[in-house]
């Protein structure tokens, strides 16, 4: 099959065999989506050799359980052990023997078919499109904020970033009912949120120590340093995003405030699903581009360029 390979830092088109797990679903990739950690491997933050892609939504060909055949299907990125202390504790997104995949000694979806375990998928309402499941990933990792923090009517929150992941957590905290600010640098990223209704502030407009939760979606120094300025004394500072190297932090003044800082990364499927669904967020206007597979070189360096929110990639 035709798949997308890195391998020291560099991307390739190349004929690899047609993936086969025992076990495992074969799946038909129908649309994957290019993430910020595509990119970071890229550049090599993580050792990945591989066909890199964890954002798709598919179609199973091949399953042990019949039921499943011709399904349309998303699928949790982490394959766990069901074993390990932190399985059997309810933290599966920690297995201690997990793989990811096309992030962590697995291959991924930017090819024809990959492969995951049944236990992983869940299927697409069929009043999804494929342009919407194929966000089912990030917006469920967006969901896991409000999964790790009480979200209070009365709270003021803020968001930091408002690139792919920062405006599907925007939409999703504006279903809390909170006071919802986002800082948002591009003047189209501005004019999606507006869209929909959530208000957009500027850096000068920020009261320092005012805001009960701030998330840090921006992934770089000067985010988190805002972020920091932004929460009251033991407000909560949710950080959203990796950050490249090592990051210096005032940690005293954090002792100082009594700031709550929570990381968050992996979160739930099935409330994505369901508020696709329902219709009460819209991913699909992040999506800038569209390429076929044969192109994924360009819709990497597409993906790469500032301010570009979401690019799928079709087999
Ligand atoms: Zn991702
Ligand atoms: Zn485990």
New binding site residues.
């Given amino acids: 099959m035709k798949a997308l390979w890195l391998e020291n830092n560099q991307l390739d088109l190349r004929e690899v065999p047609e993936p086969a797990r025992s076990g495992e679903a074969l799946i038909r990739i129908r649309v994957a989506g290019i993430c910020s950690t595509d990119l970071e491997l890229v550049k090599g933050y993580y050792p990945f050799t591989g066909i890199p892609g964890h954002e798709f939504v598919g179609e199973v060909v091949a399953a042990e359980e019949q039921r499943w055949i011709g399904q349309r299907v998303v699928g949790d990125i982490n394959i ?9 504790n309810g933290r ?1 997104t ?5 793989t990811a995949l096309g992030i962590s000694k697995r291959d991924g979806t930017f090819a024809e078919f990959t492969t995951l375990p049944l236990s992983n998928l869940h299927l697409v309402p069929a009043s999804v499109p494929d342009e919407m499941a194929v966000f089912t990933e990030p917006l469920a990792a967006a969901l896991e904020i409000q999964q790790q923090v009480h979200v209070q009517p009365t709270d003021r929150v803020l968001v930091v970033g408002a690139g792919r992941l920062g405006q599907l957590i925007a939409q999703t905290l504006a279903l809390t009912g909170c006071d919802l600010y986002v800082v948002a640098r591009h003047v189209y990223q501005q004019k999606i949120l507006v869209e929909r209704g959530i208000k957009i502030i500027t850096e000068e407009y920020i009261h320092p120590w005012r805001w009960d939760i701030v998330v840090e979606a921006t992934g770089s120094p000067g985010g988190f340093s805002l972020a920091r300025q932004a929460i009251r004394p033991r407000g909560t500072l949710v950080m959203k995003s990796t950050y490249k190297g090592e990051m210096s932090v005032n940690f005293s003044s954090i002792v100082v405030d009594e700031v709550n800082i929570v990381g968050s990364r992996c979160g739930p499927f099935e409330p994505a699903l369901r508020l696709m669904e329902r219709g009460q967020v819209d991913p699909s206007v992040l999506i800038a581009a569209e390429f076929r597979l044969g192109e994924a070189l360009s819709a990497f360096e597409r993906a790469a360029q500032p301010g570009v929110l979401k690019v799928l990639v079709t087999p």
């Fill in positions: 766990t052990c069901g074993s390990c202390e932190q399985c059997l599966p920690h297995c201690e023997n997990r």
